[in-house]
């Protein structure tokens, strides 16, 4: 069924079933391949986007739930990699494989949003849900920190 | 510099290549290296365009562990432009061009290391001709500086951007010709330069195998049987080919015949295949796929039943010897202390967060591939023989990986991609669920080992005995399942014995990053760590008596070379992390302790400190770990480098707390919260130092894993008094907090 969408900021149509998963339409549908399959069950993080400002996982978020919501991915969260999470995640050479870091990034972004100094347990606490492979951990926590000094 | 075909010149054969079978090397008598150097020549790998931008092409696939980047270094750094100025672009597979293009083995550094550095003093030298050649004087004269040819006596200078069609145009040198740096001069390798996909990485740019999208393609997922090797009898695939999306249910017969011994690549797996509109509507249909399975004989086999007939194996006389020397049964006989362990650990999956897939798209007889493998000229050989297509009408892209870690040496997904493009006639991109990539991998071999040592009135080690209980069928042994006749301490023991006993295995196993020392490091230093402390000495100090000991000469009476332990290096690294882990006034808390371990794998030496707290419940928190590292005389890619110790050391801690296991043939770990990796705040601090020795330099991928295990089983020891023999850590009563 057509559904609108507003997903970086644009308004689109898709005729999806409503129980597709935002991943999948974002993929497939409006070919943004950001955010990435890991899991399928809500575990790894690595789908996740920004609903409303909130991190969701995308894999387990049916598109009818969406509509009438702002949708930020990756490639939405600022023009030409200049938020400030981007530019510490370059100045840090964080990514490994890089397959979690689109899922990292927006996680840390909604962090910053709501608690822009947090500290070791609030970063702890934000990231749990997203699992990196190759173990970027340390320099992840690194760059939050030092992407939250930038914009003091 | 355009590409110019006629100045190719023939290939040799790359003893590093090392495809099919993989890179744990169980022999002595495996390659030394690469002994020639292969025919590359410089246009295969650079361009250089008028307006002085170098494009360099990257050779291997890049699996995260940054030879896209550090490749391409070493020739930008001995061809002397300014890193600035590079492009990097991936190549696509073509052995003839750019040599052997697996990842595996820690042998991107130590296979390229030589003739890539030549293959930019090569480019280096026309580019000098040229000048020469176009100012009329000695080339000798001519020297270069960031992407400028000089002639000094004469004030004259060019870019390269000015000279490179012409120099093009020359014959290039042959590698064995060129003129080195001095690593005093380097400007480049050694400075930590960013990874040149990061940019694209943080903003969402397409890179993966899971991202490739083209012109009418399909989507596909495939329903394997739960037991390994299991047969489709009947399904209802007329039922799910009406559903939403779908286009095509096709039966895989699949080419597997089960035996003892399951071989790295093993045939194609029966099954069946989704192919829909979008991964998503092959998905949905799999929900309502209903198969009649055949099990097959794979159906028999558990966990416990494999537990049983270690036990069993164990008491029983050895089946194969692995290396012996001196007499171990004098010797413990007459030992003033004898120490018996048993130690076992799990199967594994990779858990590549990328699970496996490839896209195919084949048409009038030519097949065009997109793959995430590590070894895709094996997978393009492979899926050559399995469909009858010749090589040369196979075209391989090589994409980002989102992880490696040896699964993708198996080119299953490549067989499996090409089959279903050459059946749907439309391009098909496959992609293995969670799910999918968990019960179909090829795991890490489980193994126990009963341990015998003898310690003098003095405390030294007088005797080692190792009896490995694995799998496969007398020698044969599964990939993987092997363990070396260098396996420490051989050779450093003064009376010694090795042994395997095996059973057989319906199951794929393979190459988990640091195959044999993700296992083998664990129970051999935990060992030491037990022996020393039966001994009444210090770890340390017992293990670099061990390493001081006069060397048994090589089994084949042949030269030393960079696969053979050398003990200095080792002693080194240990005593470096020793240092800086302030080993030397540990305190002894309860509940709180330090744990060392060292090893040489792949041609690296670590040594690991491992801080852990451990709480009334047996959870175990990780404060901190000091890593040392002896990779030879450089560190090309610093900060890169130092990724590829975190990544090694936060691998072998997730490693101590997953585990496969088996029910009548099943597979019962399911996803990740089955088969977990670390999180975020269980990662501890990691302080990574270099020791850099006069050698040539070798890879990072895997050395950095090994000790982390034991040293973790030895500081929980340290902390508690409870010792650590049975991975993972639930399994002896312990977690991760």
Redesign the interface.
């Known amino acids: 069924m057509p559904l609108e969408l507003t997903v970086n900021n644009v308004v689109t149509t898709v005729d999806v079933s409503l129980d597709m998963p935002l991943l999948w339409v974002l993929r497939d549908i409006l070919n943004l391949k950001g955010a990435k399959y890991g899991c399928g069950m809500g575990i790894c993080g690595a789908c996740t986007v920004l609903v409303g400002g909130r991190a969701v996982r995308s894999c387990m978020t049916h598109i009818g739930t969406v509509v009438g919501q702002p949708v930020t991915t990756i490639e939405g969260l600022s023009v030409d990699g200049a938020h400030p999470l981007q530019v510490a995640w370059e100045a840090l050479d964080v990514p490994q494989c890089g397959y979690c870091q689109s899922g990292q990034i927006l996680s840390a972004a909604a962090l910053l949003a709501h608690t822009p100094h947090p500290t070791d347990a609030e970063i702890d606490t934000a990231m749990n849900g997203n699992l990196c492979r190759c173990g970027t951990y340390p320099r992840i926590r690194q760059a939050i920190h030092h992407a939250a000094a930038a914009g003091t | 510099m355009k590409l110019n075909r006629r100045s190719f010149l023939q290939m040799s054969a790359m003893t590093g290549g090392g495809m099919a079978l993989g890179f744990y090397e169980l022999s002595w008598s495996s390659a030394q290296g690469l002994g020639k150097l292969p025919d590359l020549t410089p246009v295969s790998f650079i361009r250089i365009g008028s307006d002085g931008i170098v494009t360099i092409k990257a050779k291997s696939p890049e ?4 030879v896209k980047t550090m490749l391409p270094m070493m020739i930008a750094e001995e061809l002397d432009v300014e890193w600035s100025t590079v492009r990097v672009e991936q190549a696509d597979l073509d052995e003839r061009l750019y040599g052997g293009q697996s990842a595996g083995g820690s042998t991107s550094t130590p296979n390229n290391w030589e003739p890539l550095r030549r293959v930019g003093a090569a480019g280096r030298h026309m580019l000098v001709t040229a000048a020469a050649g176009k100012w009329g004087v000695p080339a000798a004269e001519c020297s270069t500086q960031a992407g400028r040819v000089l002639h000094v006596a004469s004030g004259r200078t060019a870019a390269y951007g000015e000279l490179a069609a012409t120099a093009a145009t020359l014959t290039p040198p042959t590698l064995d010709q060129v003129k080195l740096k001095d690593p005093k001069d380097y400007r480049i390798i050694g400075k ?1 330069q ?2 040149v ?3 694209a ?8 195998g ?2 490739v ?1 083209l012109p009418g393609m399909l ?1 596909a997922a495939i329903e394997k049987c739960p037991v390994y090797g299991g047969k489709v009898k009947s399904a209802n695939i007329d039922q799910v080919k009406k559903l ?1 999306g779908v286009r095509n249910v096709l039966v895989i017969d699949g080419t597997l015949a089960l035996g003892p011994v399951t071989a790295p690549e093993p045939g194609m797996e029966p099954g069946i295949a989704i192919v829909a509109d ?3 509507h092959a ?1 949905q249909a799999r929900k309502s796929l209903k198969v009649d399975w055949d099990l097959g004989p794979g159906a028999v086999q558990s966990s416990e039943g494999f537990a049983k007939r270690a036990e069993e194996l164990l008491k029983a006389t050895p089946a194969d010897k692995v290396r012996s020397y001196g007499d171990v049964d004098v010797a413990l006989k007459s030992a003033a202390k004898v120490v018996e362990a048993v130690y076992a650990y799990p199967f594994l999956a990779h ?5 496996q897939g490839t896209t195919a798209s084949y048409k009038d007889g030519k097949l065009e591939m997109w793959t995430t493998s590590q070894a895709p000229g094996g997978g393009r050989a492979l899926v050559s023989k399995a469909l009858n297509i010749p090589e040369a009408d196979i075209i391989v892209h090589l994409c ?6 040896g699964r993708r040496l198996m080119n299953d997904y490549m067989v499996e991609a090409a089959w279903l493009a050459k059946q749907v006639g439309a391009p098909v991109k496959l ?1 293995w ?3 999918d990539d968990i019960a179909h991998d090829a795991y890490r071999p489980a193994g126990t080992h009963g341990l015998k040592a003898g310690l003098d009135a003095q405390g030294k080690l007088v005797a080692w005995q190792q009896h490995l209980i694995t799998y496969g069928d007398g020698k044969r042994l599964a990939p993987g399942a092997g363990i070396g006749a260098d396996e420490f301490p051989s050779g450093l023991a003064p009376n010694y014995a090795l042994y395997t006993s095996a059973m057989p295995l319906m199951l794929r196993t393979g190459y988990l990053r640091a195959p044999g020392g993700n296992a083998y490091a664990f129970v051999g230093q935990s060992f030491i760590d037990e022996l020393a402390a039966a001994a009444g000495r210090d770890p340390l100090e017992f293990q670099l008596e061990i390493l001081s000991a006069t060397p048994m000469p090589v089994q084949e009476n042949r030269a030393k070379g960079p696969r053979d332990l050398n003990p200095e290096r080792l002693k080194g690294v240990l005593e470096l992390v020793a240092e800086k882990a302030g080993w030397a006034n540990r305190k002894h808390t309860p509940g709180r302790g330090l744990g060392i371990a060292g090893y040489f794998c792949h041609q690296g030496y670590f040594a690991e400190v491992a801080d852990v707290s451990v709480d009334k419940d047996n959870k175990v928190t990780m404060n901190k770990v000091w890593a040392v590292g002896d990779v030879g005389s450089q560190i090309v890619n610093p ?2 480098a130092e ?1 590829m110790a ?6 072998g801690l997730t490693q101590m707390a997953q585990e496969i296991t088996l029910d009548a043939g099943r597979i019962l770990q399911t ?3 089955q088969h977990p ?5 269980q ?1 501890p ?2 302080e990574v130092f270099w020791r850099k020795t006069d050698y040539s330099p070798t890879g990072l991928g895997e050395p950095t894993l090994p000790p982390i295990l034991p040293a973790v089983g030895n500081a929980i020891f340290a902390a508690t008094g409870k010792r650590i023999r049975t991975l993972p850590l639930q399994r002896s009563g312990f977690s991760w907090a």
Do not use: C
């Not at chain 2, 975190?646 to 691998?651: D, P």
């Open positions: 699996i995260g562990q940054g930590s960013p990874g996909d990061t940019r990485i943080v903003t969402g740019k397409p890179l993966f899971i991202d999208t989507q939403p979008t991964w998503w998905q858990g590549t967060l990328e699970p980002r990986v989102g992880g490696g870690f992609l669920s969670r799910e900060q890169a990724s975190y990544g090694g050391v936060i691998e996803n990740f919260h990796l670390l999180r975020m705040r990662a601090p990691i």
